[in-house]
T-cell receptor
Framework: QKEVEQNSGPLSVPEGAIASLNCTYSDRVSQSFFWYRQYSGKSPELIMSIYSNGDKEDGRFTAQLNKASQYVSLLIRDSQPSDSATYLCAVNFMGAGSARQLTFGSGTQLTVLP | DGGITQSPKYLFRKEGQNVTLSCEQNLNHDAMYWYRQDPGQGLRLIYYSQIVNDFQKGDIAEGYSVSREKKESFPLTVTSAQKNPTAFYLC???????????????FGPGTRLLVL
């Protein structure tokens, strides 16, 4: 059973602080990792993708991957109230017929306090 | 404007009724997916399709059916066999293929299904 685990939160940080979101996964052969942001009542939107060990930065967002520890994280610098949302971690694994599937964590609810 | 559209936004189902959710994409993506999301939970895969006229069951396919007659369209039918259909249904697509970076999935706006 492939599993992706996240702390459900809620996680509250003050405006301007760094928000740190964490995700662990159970499948050692996973190659691709994704962070999606989901506002209440809306569909998920892609924030970051990461494939190699280390850090990947995009604006205020940094994704960190450690395959040996089966751990991926998302850092949000200079958090804004508009960052308040649920953040979903997703990890690929190989499904039937070599098709790749994403397994999603249950999400971490982030609230940025003005 | 490229993207994924889902209709309707809200759908009401009566007991014993089959209902069909529409998903269309004009991104020229080969792969399409259907997920179900229950309150406070992540997404669970219902069905996916890598190419036209082929589809595979996901983790929770019981009570659902799909078709993939055209590349652009991947409708989902919620049958009367699905006893707890109330949820937020999300359609996604990706370029497809087996190369790692081809699997980024993009989501439509979703359909919220409610039981009367």
């Amino acid at each position: 059973q492939k599993e992706v685990e996240q702390n459900s939160g809620p996680l509250s940080v003050p405006e301007g602080a760094i928000a740190s979101l964490n995700c662990t996964y159970s499948d050692r052969v996973s190659q691709s990792f994704f962070w999606y942001r989901q506002y209440s009542g809306k569909s998920p939107e892609l924030i970051m993708s990461i494939y190699s060990n280390g850090d990947k930065e995009d604006g205020r967002f940094t994704a960190q991957l450690n395959k040996a520890s089966q751990y991926v994280s998302l850092l949000i610098r200079d958090s804004q109230p508009s960052d308040s949302a649920t953040y979903l971690c997703a990890v690929n694994f190989m499904g039937a017929g070599s098709a790749r599937q994403l397994t999603f964590g249950s999400g971490t609810q982030l609230t940025v306090l003005p | 404007d490229g993207g994924i559209t889902q209709s309707p936004k809200y759908l009401f189902r009566k007991e014993g009724q089959n209902v069909t959710l529409s998903c269309e994409q004009n991104l020229n993506h080969d792969a399409m997916y259907w997920y179900r999301q229950d309150p406070g939970q992540g997404l669970r895969l219902i069905y996916y399709s890598q190419i036209v006229n082929d589809f595979q069951k996901g983790d929770i396919a019981e009570g659902y059916s799909v078709s993939r007659e055209k590349k652009e369209s991947f409708p989902l039918t919620v049958t009367s066999a699905q006893k707890n259909p109330t949820a937020f249904y999300l359609c996604a697509s990706s370029i497809g293929g087996t190369r790692t970076r081809m699997e980024t999935q993009y989501f439509g706006p979703g359909t919220r299904l409610l039981v009367l």
